[in-house]
Protein backbone atom coordinates (compact mmCIF):
# COMPACT_ATOMS: atom_id res chain seq x y z
CA UNK A 1 0.00 0.00 0.00
CA UNK A 2 1.49 3.34 -0.85
CA UNK A 3 1.86 6.13 2.14
CA UNK A 4 -0.34 8.96 1.50
CA UNK A 5 1.30 12.19 0.57
CA UNK A 6 2.35 14.35 2.88
CA UNK A 7 1.53 18.24 1.70
CA UNK A 8 4.22 20.21 1.40
CA UNK A 9 4.42 22.59 4.60
CA UNK A 10 5.54 25.51 3.05
CA UNK A 11 4.79 26.82 0.03
CA UNK A 12 7.48 26.21 -3.17
CA UNK A 13 9.73 29.09 -4.45
CA UNK A 14 8.06 30.54 -7.06
CA UNK A 15 9.44 33.25 -9.18
CA UNK A 16 6.70 35.97 -8.26
CA UNK A 17 8.93 37.99 -5.57
CA UNK A 18 7.52 36.16 -2.91
CA UNK A 19 10.18 33.89 -1.77
CA UNK A 20 12.74 34.22 0.90
CA UNK A 21 15.72 34.38 -0.90
CA UNK A 22 18.55 36.03 0.26
CA UNK A 23 18.83 39.41 -0.90
CA UNK A 24 21.84 40.52 -3.20
CA UNK A 25 23.07 42.43 0.18
CA UNK A 26 22.99 39.03 2.20
CA UNK A 27 24.50 37.23 -0.27
CA UNK A 28 27.39 39.39 -0.69
CA UNK A 29 28.32 39.24 3.11
CA UNK A 30 27.67 35.71 3.02
CA UNK A 31 30.53 35.04 0.64
CA UNK A 32 32.67 37.72 2.44
CA UNK A 33 31.98 35.50 5.55
CA UNK A 34 32.99 32.46 3.88
CA UNK A 35 36.35 34.08 2.10
CA UNK A 36 37.72 34.95 5.46
CA UNK A 37 36.79 31.72 7.07
CA UNK A 38 38.61 29.97 4.95
CA UNK A 39 41.64 32.28 4.29
CA UNK A 40 41.87 33.33 8.21
CA UNK A 41 42.07 36.89 6.82
CA UNK A 42 40.37 39.16 9.29
CA UNK A 43 38.84 41.88 7.44
CA UNK A 44 37.68 42.51 3.83
CA UNK A 45 36.29 45.47 1.84
CA UNK A 46 34.24 45.95 -1.26
CA UNK A 47 35.18 49.03 -2.65
CA UNK A 48 34.52 51.08 -5.86
CA UNK A 49 37.20 52.49 -7.49
CA UNK A 50 36.09 55.82 -6.78
CA UNK A 51 37.02 55.16 -3.19
CA UNK A 52 33.66 54.11 -1.70
CA UNK A 53 32.63 50.91 0.34
CA UNK A 54 30.07 48.74 -1.43
CA UNK A 55 29.99 46.24 1.44
CA UNK A 56 32.31 44.70 4.47
CA UNK A 57 33.12 41.51 6.48
CA UNK A 58 35.80 41.19 9.72
CA UNK A 59 36.45 43.64 11.95
CA UNK A 60 39.89 45.66 13.02
CA UNK A 61 41.32 45.98 15.70
CA UNK A 62 41.03 49.64 17.38
CA UNK A 63 39.05 52.70 15.59
CA UNK A 64 40.13 52.59 12.18
CA UNK A 65 37.37 54.26 9.81
CA UNK A 66 36.91 52.12 6.92
CA UNK A 67 36.41 54.94 4.58
CA UNK A 68 39.62 56.59 4.66
CA UNK A 69 40.83 53.12 4.46
CA UNK A 70 38.74 52.67 1.03
CA UNK A 71 40.13 56.14 -0.29
CA UNK A 72 42.98 55.53 0.22
CA UNK A 73 43.48 51.45 -1.20
CA UNK A 74 41.14 53.37 -4.30
CA UNK A 75 43.55 55.62 -5.01
CA UNK A 76 46.80 52.99 -4.05
CA UNK A 77 45.13 51.01 -6.91
CA UNK A 78 44.68 54.05 -9.45
CA UNK A 79 48.24 55.10 -9.13
CA UNK A 80 49.52 51.38 -9.99
CA UNK A 81 47.61 51.23 -13.06
CA UNK A 82 48.73 53.86 -14.48
CA UNK A 83 51.91 52.32 -13.37
CA UNK A 84 51.00 49.28 -15.21
CA UNK A 85 49.72 51.60 -18.05
CA UNK A 86 53.58 52.62 -18.68
CA UNK A 87 55.00 48.78 -18.72
CA UNK A 88 52.13 48.12 -21.37
CA UNK A 89 49.74 46.17 -18.87
CA UNK A 90 45.79 46.72 -18.95
CA UNK A 91 46.67 46.99 -14.68
CA UNK A 92 48.33 44.66 -11.97
CA UNK A 93 45.34 42.35 -10.74
CA UNK A 94 46.42 42.33 -7.33
CA UNK A 95 48.35 44.09 -5.22
CA UNK A 96 50.43 43.34 -1.76
CA UNK A 97 51.26 45.55 0.41
CA UNK A 98 53.62 43.45 3.30
CA UNK A 99 54.34 44.72 6.89
CA UNK A 100 55.52 43.51 9.65
CA UNK A 101 51.96 42.39 11.60
CA UNK A 102 49.72 43.25 9.30
CA UNK A 103 49.24 43.12 4.97
CA UNK A 104 46.89 43.97 2.60
CA UNK A 105 45.67 42.56 -0.86
CA UNK A 106 43.57 44.09 -3.29
CA UNK A 107 42.45 42.25 -5.98
CA UNK A 108 40.45 43.19 -8.91
CA UNK A 109 36.67 42.40 -9.26
CA UNK A 110 35.50 44.24 -12.02
CA UNK A 111 35.80 47.34 -14.26
CA UNK A 112 33.91 49.32 -11.45
CA UNK A 113 35.29 47.64 -7.85
CA UNK A 114 38.02 46.15 -5.64
CA UNK A 115 38.58 43.64 -2.65
CA UNK A 116 41.22 44.66 -0.54
CA UNK A 117 41.92 42.17 2.58
CA UNK A 118 43.64 42.89 5.41
CA UNK A 119 45.17 39.94 7.25
CA UNK A 120 47.93 38.83 9.45
CA UNK A 121 50.55 36.35 10.50
CA UNK A 122 47.81 33.87 11.24
CA UNK A 123 47.76 33.15 7.60
CA UNK A 124 49.83 33.40 4.50
CA UNK A 125 49.67 35.69 1.61
CA UNK A 126 49.29 32.50 -0.72
CA UNK A 127 46.23 30.91 0.71
CA UNK A 128 44.53 34.44 1.01
CA UNK A 129 45.38 35.15 -2.70
CA UNK A 130 43.89 31.38 -3.89
CA UNK A 131 40.72 31.78 -1.82
CA UNK A 132 40.36 35.59 -2.83
CA UNK A 133 40.80 34.37 -6.97
CA UNK A 134 37.32 32.33 -6.34
CA UNK A 135 36.09 35.41 -4.43
CA UNK A 136 36.34 37.91 -6.61
CA UNK A 137 35.10 36.45 -9.83
CA UNK A 138 31.64 35.23 -7.49
CA UNK A 139 31.73 39.01 -6.12
CA UNK A 140 31.57 40.22 -9.91
CA UNK A 141 28.41 38.19 -10.57
CA UNK A 142 26.76 39.07 -6.96
CA UNK A 143 27.64 42.99 -7.80
CA UNK A 144 26.15 43.04 -10.60
CA UNK A 145 23.02 41.63 -9.19
CA UNK A 146 23.03 44.00 -6.73
CA UNK A 147 23.58 47.59 -8.32
CA UNK A 148 20.12 46.46 -10.38
CA UNK A 149 18.54 45.14 -6.90
CA UNK A 150 15.19 46.86 -5.92
CA UNK A 151 16.98 46.61 -2.51
CA UNK A 152 19.55 48.84 -3.74
CA UNK A 153 17.47 51.42 -4.88
CA UNK A 154 16.64 55.10 -2.79
CA UNK A 155 12.96 55.35 -2.20
CA UNK A 156 13.21 59.35 -1.47
CA UNK A 157 10.97 62.31 -2.80
CA UNK A 158 11.04 66.03 -2.38
CA UNK A 159 8.96 66.41 0.20
CA UNK A 160 11.78 64.66 2.01
CA UNK A 161 14.11 66.90 1.15
CA UNK A 162 12.25 69.76 2.59
CA UNK A 163 12.86 68.40 6.06
CA UNK A 164 16.38 68.49 5.54
CA UNK A 165 17.37 72.14 7.01
CA UNK A 166 21.07 72.79 7.12
CA UNK A 167 22.99 69.68 5.84
CA UNK A 168 25.86 70.64 8.10
CA UNK A 169 25.26 73.30 10.56
CA UNK A 170 28.49 74.96 11.57
CA UNK B 1 25.70 58.45 -9.41
CA UNK B 2 26.04 57.94 -5.79
CA UNK B 3 27.33 54.96 -4.43
CA UNK B 4 25.11 53.04 -2.17
CA UNK B 5 27.00 50.74 0.75
CA UNK B 6 24.63 47.46 -0.16
CA UNK B 7 25.41 46.07 3.65
CA UNK B 8 24.73 49.54 5.39
CA UNK B 9 21.83 51.12 3.82
CA UNK B 10 24.17 54.38 3.37
CA UNK B 11 24.32 56.73 0.66
CA UNK B 12 28.06 57.68 -0.07
CA UNK B 13 28.44 61.11 -2.08
CA UNK B 14 31.99 62.26 -4.07
CA UNK B 15 32.68 65.63 -3.80
CA UNK B 16 36.05 66.68 -5.40
CA UNK B 17 37.29 70.35 -4.47
CA UNK B 18 38.87 71.52 -7.90
CA UNK B 19 41.19 74.67 -8.42
CA UNK B 20 44.26 75.98 -9.33
CA UNK B 21 47.34 75.96 -7.32
CA UNK B 22 47.28 77.59 -4.08
CA UNK B 23 44.07 78.79 -4.47
CA UNK B 24 42.38 77.40 -1.08
CA UNK B 25 41.10 73.98 -1.62
CA UNK B 26 42.57 72.09 1.07
CA UNK B 27 42.08 74.89 3.54
CA UNK B 28 38.82 74.27 3.19
CA UNK B 29 38.56 70.72 4.10
CA UNK B 30 40.81 71.91 6.73
CA UNK B 31 38.61 74.60 8.59
CA UNK B 32 35.51 72.02 7.44
CA UNK B 33 37.32 69.45 9.78
CA UNK B 34 37.77 71.50 12.52
CA UNK B 35 34.11 73.04 12.59
CA UNK B 36 32.11 69.79 12.29
CA UNK B 37 31.40 68.16 15.75
CA UNK B 38 32.97 65.13 16.09
CA UNK B 39 30.31 62.66 15.83
CA UNK B 40 29.78 63.47 11.91
CA UNK B 41 33.73 63.14 10.80
CA UNK B 42 36.42 61.33 10.43
CA UNK B 43 40.05 62.47 10.34
CA UNK B 44 41.46 64.25 7.94
CA UNK B 45 43.82 62.36 5.55
CA UNK B 46 46.46 64.61 3.45
CA UNK B 47 48.74 62.82 1.16
CA UNK B 48 50.81 65.87 0.89
CA UNK B 49 54.73 66.41 -0.12
CA UNK B 50 57.13 67.36 2.47
CA UNK B 51 56.27 71.37 1.71
CA UNK B 52 52.74 70.23 2.79
CA UNK B 53 51.44 70.97 -0.74
CA UNK B 54 49.13 68.53 -1.99
CA UNK B 55 50.74 65.20 -3.75
CA UNK B 56 47.88 62.86 -4.52
CA UNK B 57 44.51 64.01 -2.48
CA UNK B 58 43.13 65.43 0.52
CA UNK B 59 40.17 62.88 2.00
CA UNK B 60 37.87 64.02 4.78
CA UNK B 61 34.71 61.59 5.22
CA UNK B 62 31.46 63.36 6.50
CA UNK B 63 28.68 62.11 8.12
CA UNK B 64 25.34 63.81 7.37
CA UNK B 65 21.27 63.29 7.60
CA UNK B 66 19.27 60.12 7.61
CA UNK B 67 16.40 60.40 5.00
CA UNK B 68 13.96 57.19 4.84
CA UNK B 69 16.30 55.29 6.81
CA UNK B 70 19.32 55.54 4.31
CA UNK B 71 22.24 56.92 5.70
CA UNK B 72 24.42 59.82 4.06
CA UNK B 73 27.71 60.32 3.49
CA UNK B 74 29.45 62.55 2.32
CA UNK B 75 33.47 62.40 1.23
CA UNK B 76 35.30 65.15 0.54
CA UNK B 77 38.77 65.61 -1.40
CA UNK B 78 40.93 67.85 -3.31
CA UNK B 79 43.50 67.51 -6.11
CA UNK B 80 46.56 68.69 -6.35
CA UNK B 81 46.19 71.77 -7.81
CA UNK B 82 49.84 72.01 -9.53
CA UNK B 83 50.19 71.99 -13.13
CA UNK B 84 52.23 68.33 -13.36
CA UNK B 85 49.95 66.69 -11.29
CA UNK B 86 47.03 66.51 -14.07
CA UNK B 87 47.39 62.74 -14.09
CA UNK B 88 47.01 62.15 -10.35
CA UNK B 89 43.74 64.62 -11.01
CA UNK B 90 42.21 62.45 -13.78
CA UNK B 91 42.24 59.39 -10.85
CA UNK B 92 40.71 61.15 -8.21
CA UNK B 93 37.92 62.32 -10.41
CA UNK B 94 36.72 59.22 -10.86
CA UNK B 95 33.31 57.99 -9.91
CA UNK B 96 32.60 62.12 -8.59
CA UNK B 97 29.07 62.74 -7.90
CA UNK B 98 29.85 67.00 -7.52
CA UNK B 99 32.59 69.43 -7.68
CA UNK B 100 33.10 72.64 -5.98
CA UNK B 101 35.24 74.62 -8.20
CA UNK B 102 37.55 77.07 -5.73
CA UNK B 103 38.58 79.73 -7.83
CA UNK B 104 41.28 82.53 -6.48
CA UNK B 105 40.61 86.15 -6.48
CA UNK B 106 43.90 87.29 -7.16
CA UNK B 107 43.90 89.39 -10.09
CA UNK B 108 47.26 87.78 -11.14
CA UNK B 109 45.30 84.16 -10.66
CA UNK B 110 42.65 84.63 -13.43
CA UNK B 111 44.07 83.16 -16.54
CA UNK B 112 45.25 80.02 -13.86
CA UNK B 113 41.85 80.23 -12.85
CA UNK B 114 40.34 80.03 -16.27
CA UNK B 115 43.03 76.85 -17.51
CA UNK B 116 42.26 75.13 -13.82
CA UNK B 117 38.44 75.32 -15.04
CA UNK B 118 39.23 74.18 -18.71
CA UNK B 119 41.75 71.33 -17.82
CA UNK B 120 37.62 70.25 -15.00
CA UNK B 121 36.35 70.28 -18.23
CA UNK B 122 38.94 67.81 -20.36
CA UNK B 123 39.39 65.50 -17.46
CA UNK B 124 35.67 64.89 -17.08
CA UNK B 125 35.62 64.58 -20.22
CA UNK B 126 38.38 61.81 -20.54
CA UNK B 127 35.89 59.79 -18.05
CA UNK B 128 32.73 59.83 -20.33
CA UNK B 129 31.57 62.95 -18.19
CA UNK B 130 30.16 66.22 -18.65
CA UNK B 131 30.50 69.25 -16.07
CA UNK B 132 26.76 70.08 -17.48
CA UNK B 133 25.31 66.99 -15.98
CA UNK B 134 27.19 67.19 -12.59
CA UNK B 135 26.02 69.31 -9.68
CA UNK B 136 28.93 72.03 -8.88
CA UNK B 137 28.72 75.28 -7.10
CA UNK B 138 31.91 78.61 -7.67
CA UNK B 139 33.64 79.12 -4.78
CA UNK B 140 35.56 82.82 -5.37
CA UNK B 141 38.02 82.62 -2.36
CA UNK B 142 40.35 85.15 -0.79
CA UNK B 143 37.56 88.04 -0.95
CA UNK B 144 39.61 89.73 2.25
CA UNK B 145 42.67 90.46 -0.70
CA UNK B 146 42.95 94.09 -1.28
CA UNK B 147 42.36 94.92 -4.73
CA UNK B 148 41.23 91.36 -5.57
CA UNK B 149 39.14 90.85 -9.05
CA UNK B 150 35.58 91.86 -8.93
CA UNK B 151 32.64 89.57 -8.70
CA UNK B 152 31.25 90.42 -11.24
CA UNK B 153 34.53 89.55 -13.65
CA UNK B 154 34.55 86.56 -12.18
CA UNK B 155 31.03 85.90 -12.84
CA UNK B 156 32.08 86.45 -16.65
CA UNK B 157 34.75 84.14 -16.82
CA UNK B 158 33.78 81.37 -14.95
CA UNK B 159 29.63 81.48 -14.95
CA UNK B 160 29.45 82.95 -18.15
CA UNK B 161 26.16 80.46 -19.04
CA UNK B 162 22.50 80.23 -19.93
CA UNK B 163 21.88 78.47 -16.84
CA UNK B 164 24.28 80.19 -13.60
CA UNK B 165 25.39 77.84 -11.07
CA UNK B 166 25.78 78.85 -7.37
CA UNK B 167 28.67 80.64 -6.59
CA UNK B 168 30.02 81.79 -3.12
CA UNK B 169 32.50 84.59 -1.96
CA UNK B 170 34.89 82.91 0.77
CA UNK B 171 37.52 83.42 2.75
CA UNK B 172 38.28 80.00 3.77
CA UNK B 173 41.44 81.13 6.15
CA UNK B 174 38.51 82.44 8.41
CA UNK B 175 35.98 80.56 7.14
CA UNK B 176 33.53 82.88 5.51
CA UNK B 177 31.09 81.02 2.91
CA UNK B 178 33.23 77.57 3.30
CA UNK B 179 30.03 76.16 5.01
CA UNK B 180 27.81 77.92 2.55
CA UNK B 181 29.78 76.76 -0.25
CA UNK B 182 29.71 72.76 1.44
CA UNK B 183 25.71 72.93 2.02
CA UNK B 184 24.99 74.11 -1.43
CA UNK B 185 26.66 71.59 -3.49
CA UNK B 186 25.37 68.45 -0.74
CA UNK B 187 21.56 69.97 -1.25
CA UNK B 188 22.51 70.00 -4.97
CA UNK B 189 22.99 66.48 -4.83
CA UNK B 190 20.38 65.19 -2.79
CA UNK B 191 18.35 67.13 -5.11
CA UNK B 192 19.90 64.72 -7.98
CA UNK B 193 19.61 61.90 -6.19
CA UNK B 194 15.86 63.27 -5.06
CA UNK B 195 14.96 63.10 -9.08
CA UNK B 196 16.60 60.03 -10.10
CA UNK B 197 14.62 58.10 -7.17
CA UNK B 198 11.48 59.85 -8.58
CA UNK B 199 12.36 58.73 -12.37
CA UNK B 200 13.36 54.93 -11.16
CA UNK B 201 9.85 54.95 -9.26
CA UNK B 202 8.10 56.48 -12.36
CA UNK B 203 9.75 53.86 -15.09
CA UNK B 204 9.02 51.18 -12.00
CA UNK B 205 5.30 52.20 -12.23
CA UNK B 206 4.94 52.65 -16.03
CA UNK B 207 6.02 48.65 -16.58
CA UNK B 208 3.71 47.49 -13.94
CA UNK B 209 0.54 49.86 -15.47
CA UNK B 210 1.81 48.35 -19.22
CA UNK B 211 -0.72 45.45 -19.90
CA UNK B 212 1.06 42.69 -21.05
CA UNK B 213 -0.02 42.14 -25.02
CA UNK B 214 -0.46 39.11 -26.14
CA UNK B 215 2.60 38.51 -29.45
CA UNK B 216 0.22 37.32 -32.04
CA UNK B 217 0.84 33.85 -33.30
CA UNK B 218 1.11 33.48 -36.78
CA UNK B 219 1.36 30.26 -38.16
CA UNK B 220 1.96 30.11 -41.80
CA UNK B 221 -0.55 27.43 -43.28
CA UNK B 222 0.76 25.26 -45.36
CA UNK B 223 -0.55 24.46 -48.77
CA UNK B 224 -1.58 21.67 -50.71
CA UNK B 225 0.99 22.42 -53.27
CA UNK B 226 4.10 23.19 -50.36
CA UNK B 227 3.88 26.92 -50.71
CA UNK B 228 3.07 28.57 -47.46
CA UNK B 229 1.20 31.83 -47.55
Known amino acids: MNPTPIPPTT ?160 | MSIINYVNKEVQFKIVYYGPALCGKTTNLTYIHSHVADASKGDLVSLATAADRTLFFDFLPLNAVAIQGFKTRFQLYTVPGQVVYNATRQLVLRSIDGVVFVADSQWDKMQENVESFHNLRDNLALQGMDLSQIPYVLQYNKRDIPRSAPIHYLEYILNNQPVRVPSFESVATTGDGVFATLNAVSRLLLAKLVRESEEAADASKARAATPVVATPLVIASAQPNGNQS
Open chain 1, 11 to 170: APDVPDGTNNLPSPAERLQSLLADFLDKSQATFSLVIDRGGSILCQQGSLSGSVDNSILAALAAGSFAATKELAARLGEPEFNTLHHQGKHANILVNTVDDDAVLMTVFGPETTVGLVKFYAVSTVSSLAVLLKEARTSSDSQVAISKSDLDTVGNIFPQ
